[in-house]
């Protein structure tokens, strides 16, 4: 029941649940310390571990040729929901790192967009949106000129995305699928993508456990959280293949990609 004070649309939470919550507070936070604490009191023995290994370098030790150059590739999508009918829009853009005038690659800030409307889908608007923004992404990523590209998620996102359009079986949207991949060369551009060493997928938070089961049998946290607890400021692990576990294994698997190993 709504109070006269109600009247700026808002429904208040009863009080009774808002003490329930904050009494459960206390535990909720001795559980996220116990977590924390556990990989605390192990840190000098992990830390050492790596380093007998030889896991653990130092970005000082490292030997640049020159000052590469750098570019970034990120997407976004928007949908609006109207009476009838949804708006896609889909864009990638691409950014150069700082660096003078005179060395850059581009001249200005490539980007690229596709919008449309389409007939109410349900999550088909949203699959399809997120198949358009890696195609558009990955034609900014194969094409830019720099020595490094950083490429905004994971190498598995612009399968994901693609997927989930291709999944979709209405024909307005397979028509408007058709039409992307040949625009856009997206198997070719995805080839390219999975083959250009200096293309740096950079997820902005990865909650994968790889390291921390191979290496230290411990999934209590994600490798974010691990490494940032054993090592100090410019170290680094050394770079291992994907798909350390089974899990990943078998992910990759799913998904029909190939990971490339020297060994």
Not at 156 to 178: K, R
């Amino acid at each position: 029941v709504f109070t006269q004070t109600d009247s700026d649309g808002y429904a208040y939470l009863p009080d009774e649940l808002l003490e329930a919550i904050l009494r459960d507070a206390p535990e909720v936070t001795r559980s996220i310390e116990t977590a924390y604490m556990r990989i605390q009191s192990r840190r000098d023995t992990m830390r050492q571990e790596l380093s007998n290994q030889q896991r653990i370098l130092k970005s000082n030790d490292l030997d640049p040729v020159g000052s590469p150059s750098v570019a970034a590739v990120d997407g976004g999508l928007a949908i609006e929901k109207s009476i009838g009918a949804d708006t896609i829009i889909a864009a990638a853009v691409g950014v150069e790192g700082i660096t003078r005038e005179d060395r850059r690659k581009w001249s200005g800030v490539p980007h690229l967009h596709w919008k449309n409307v389409i007939a109410h889908g349900g999550e088909s608007a949203r699959n399809f949106g997120l198949g358009v923004m890696a195609a558009l992404e990955l034609r900014i990523a194969v094409h830019a000129p720099h020595d490094v590209i950083i490429f905004d998620g994971s190498h598995v996102t612009p399968i994901i995305g693609l997927n989930s359009m291709l999944g979709i079986d209405i024909d307005e949207l397979v028509g408007h699928a058709a039409t992307l991949f040949g625009t856009h060369d997206i198997l070719r551009n995805l080839n390219q993508f999975f083959r250009r060493s200096n293309i740096v997928a950079l997820a902005k938070y990865d909650s994968s456990r790889e390291l921390a089961e191979t290496w230290f049998a411990e999934s209590t946290l994600d490798d974010k959280s691990i490494m940032t607890m054993i090592l100090e400021a410019g170290e680094f692990t050394q770079p291992v293949e994907a798909a350390q576990t089974r899990h990943a294994r078998q992910q990759v698997h799913d998904y029909h990609i190939r990971v490339k190993s020297d060994q």
